[in-house]
């Protein structure tokens, strides 16, 4: 099993401010990598399909890099609606699918 | 549009069984796999099951193989997850997720608000 790890576990970023995420992998997932913001009782919404892909709808302040097993998802300027929990999920070696344990995106 | 609506969840207790079903509309679904995706209280997210959109193949995680089986009725554009002795350990909010392709091994585009399974005495 892939097993994928997420840091920082919390992020402290005020808003208007560049917030990194990092995701890696225990072996390439190629890349087989996705992103997804989770807030409080809703379910997870996908941002980043194919490491860097944005998926419909999604603002270009969002963006995904990497491949193999590093990979970042950065969000250029932070507006109120992103403090939230982010996962990424690899889907390479798929069975089966593993997520990162999550970052906490939180106002500082 | 497309929405995905769980229902099923539920207190039950230890051993016993529940089926979870997901009513899919806005999309074909036999050209779309399936996912069944657990969060226990307070954690992460632990993908459960999958079927491809056929039908013809299914895969577990292995902690549920065994115990929980997927299916889908295309006749109502339904995904089922049946949950056979459950654990405590299985409380979780049950997510069903739409993959972007027939085959499994994608991510997932669509997910539906999820389903309370408390398994407890």
């Known amino acids: 099993e892939i097993v994928m790890t997420q840091s920082p576990a919390t992020l402290s970023v005020s808003p208007g401010e560049r917030a990194s995420l990092s995701c890696r992998a225990s072996q390439s997932v190629s890349s087989s990598l996705a992103w997804y913001q989770q807030t409080p009782g809703q379910a997870p919404r996908l941002l980043i399909y194919g490491a860097s892909t944005r998926a419909t709808g999604i603002p270009a302040r969002f963006s995904g890099s990497g ?5 970042t998802l950065t969000i250029s300027s932070l507006q109120s609606e992103d403090f939230a929990v982010y996962y990424c999920q690899q889907y390479n070696n798929w069975s089966p699918y593993t997520f990162g344990q999550g970052t906490k995106l939180e106002i500082k | 549009e497309v929405q995905l609506l769980e229902s099923g969840g539920g207190l039950v207790q230890p051993g016993g069984s529940l089926r979870l079903s997901c009513a899919a509309s806005g999309f074909t679904s036999s050209s779309y796999a399936m996912s069944w995706v657990r969060q226990a209280p307070g954690k992460g997210l632990e993908w459960v099951s999958a079927i491809s959109g056929g039908g013809g193949s299914t895969y577990y995680a ?7 089986t997927i299916s889908r009725d295309y006749s109502k554009n339904t995904l089922y997850l049946q949950m056979n002795s459950l654990r405590a350990e299985d409380t979780a909010v049950y997510f069903c997720a739409k993959g972007v392709a027939v085959l499994t091994g994608t991510s997932f585009d669509y997910w539906g608000q999820g389903t309370l399974v408390t398994v407890s005495s």
């Open chain 1, 67 to 71: 491949s193999g097993t590093e990979f």
């Open chain 2, 62 to 68: 292995d902690s549920v193989k065994g115990r929980f």
